[in-house]
């Protein structure tokens, strides 16, 4: 007996580590990387002060005139800085702080921080929005009671909002062929019912962010800079709703 509860042990505890390691081999390999030309494009702004902390990626206007800011959750296996070049606008035009965060393993299920470990980064920014693009805006609805706004970027929740009274923005491409518009919909019920449902046309999945393309997504017909000002006018229109 004594050795089938050894055999049984070293079995468990291999079957374990095996599970271990291919959670760590899935979550680090094929991790979509940002694209160089629009990172330092940001880089280059001088409206924009980009600070990595390790655990986020914090852009501030320049000229420090922030009262709004966003906590925004990468979509699974893409690289924050992906991000930074489509939310500028955001940043250098609207003057809004955005704070990209790091998500465990490169997952955002993974992450089990609060918001409050992203919005003390930024001191003296009292109303905060939170929002994520694909699988990083499920874990932003999660996150959502503790914020003053939500956005949904190529997203939707798993979790029932319909009844609070948050500001909630969804914007989403006609051309995803992940986050689909059927999907989108069949998702609208779990949102409040006054949420804004904008569908950015020629958007596809990866038009959110900067790391190229997905497999199964649409092709997108919009340009960058088409992008980046559409994004910037909607989020920066649901910063302006519930800045103080």
């Known amino acids: 007996m004594k050795r089938v509860l050894i055999w049984i042990g070293a079995t468990l505890g291999a079957l374990i580590v095996l599970a271990v390691v291919a959670l760590l081999l899935y979550a680090n390999i094929g991790v979509m ?3 160089p030309g629009p990172l330092q494009a940001v880089r280059d702004d001088p409206a924009i002060v980009l600070d990595d902390t390790g655990d986020s990626i914090v852009m501030s206007p320049a000229d420090g005139a922030s009262t709004v800011g966003l906590v925004f959750i990468p ?5 924050p800085l992906a991000y930074a070049s489509k939310l500028s606008g955001l940043v250098a035009e609207e003057g809004v702080t955005v704070v990209i965060t ?3 393993l490169n997952l955002a299920f993974f992450d089990l ?3 409050s470990a992203f919005t003390d980064e930024v001191p003296g920014i009292d109303t905060w929005l939170v929002g994520g693009h694909s699988l990083g805006g499920v874990k932003a609805c999660q996150l959502a009671p503790d914020a003053d706004g939500l956005v949904l970027f190529a997203s939707y929740c798993a ?3 319909s009844a ?5 923005s969804s914007i989403s491409g006609s051309e995803d062929g992940l986050s689909t518009p059927a999907k989108i919909d069949a998702a609208r019920p779990l949102l409040p019912a006054d949420a804004e449902m904008v569908q950015i046309a ?13 497999p199964g997504d649409g092709t997108p017909s919009i340009s960058d800079p088409d992008m980046i ?3 910037t006018e909607l989020v920066g229109a649901a910063a302006a709703s519930v800045a103080p």
């Open 75 to 79: 979509g699974a296996k893409v690289d």
């Open 164 to 168: 609070s009274d948050l500001t909630v």
């Open 229 to 231: 000002a559409r994004l």
């Open 33 to 35: 990387g940002a694209e």
């Open 159 to 161: 979790n029932d909002l």
């Open 202 to 214: 020629g958007a596809a999945h990866s038009s959110f962010g900067d790391y190229g393309l997905q």
């Open 113 to 115: 921080r609060p918001l």
């Open 102 to 104: 790091r998500p465990t």
